[in-house]
Nanobody, 124 residues
Framework: QVHLVESGGGLVQAGGSLRLSCAAS????????MGWFRQAPGKEREFVAV????????YYTDSVKGRFTVSRDNAKNTVALQMNSLKPEDTAVYYC?????????????????WGKGTLVTVSS
C-alpha cells in the first residue's frame, strides 16, 4: 500500500520560511515524478511544483517561482518543498503527490497517489 506523508507545515509570519517534507513508502520511489499542490480555503486545488524522477527537471507555478524550491532524495524516498519569502496568499493545505507521468500532474492536476496534506498558514 502506498503512503505519502507530509510534514513541516505550521504558522509563519509573512516573509518567513518553511520546509515541507513528504515521505513515501510502498512504491518504487525513483520511478515516480513527485509533485506539490495546495488548496486554499474556498478555492480549488492548484499545482505548485513538480520534480522529475531523477530530479533533473522541475516546474513551478508562476506565483512561486524564485521563492519555492522542490527537491528529492531517492535514497531516502523523500521530496521536499523549501518555501521562502512566504506571503499570506500562500496559506493553504499543501499536498504531496506521485505519478509516473510528470506532465499529468502539471497540466491536469491528476496523480496516482496523494498525501493527506499539511496546513501552512502565513500571517500578515
Amino acid at each position: 500500500q502506498v503512503h505519502l506523508v507530509e510534514s513541516g507545515g505550521g504558522l509563519v509570519q509573512a516573509g518567513g520560511s518553511l520546509r515541507l517534507s513528504c515521505a513515501a513508502s510502498g512504491l518504487r520511489f525513483s520511478a515516480y515524478g513527485m509533485g506539490w499542490f495546495r488548496q486554499a480555503p474556498g478555492k480549488e486545488r492548484e499545482f505548485v511544483a513538480v520534480i522529475s524522477q531523477s530530479g533533473s527537471i522541475t516546474y513551478y507555478t508562476d506565483s512561486v517561482k524564485g521563492r519555492f524550491t522542490v527537491s528529492r532524495d531517492n535514497a531516502k524516498n523523500t521530496v521536499a518543498l523549501q518555501m521562502n519569502s512566504l506571503k499570506p496568499e500562500d496559506t493553504a493545505v499543501y499536498y504531496c503527490a506521485a505519478d509516473l507521468v510528470l506532465v499529468t500532474m502539471k497540466t491536469s492536476l491528476r496523480a496516482s497517489y496523494w498525501g493527506k496534506g499539511t496546513l501552512v498558514t502565513v500571517s500578515s
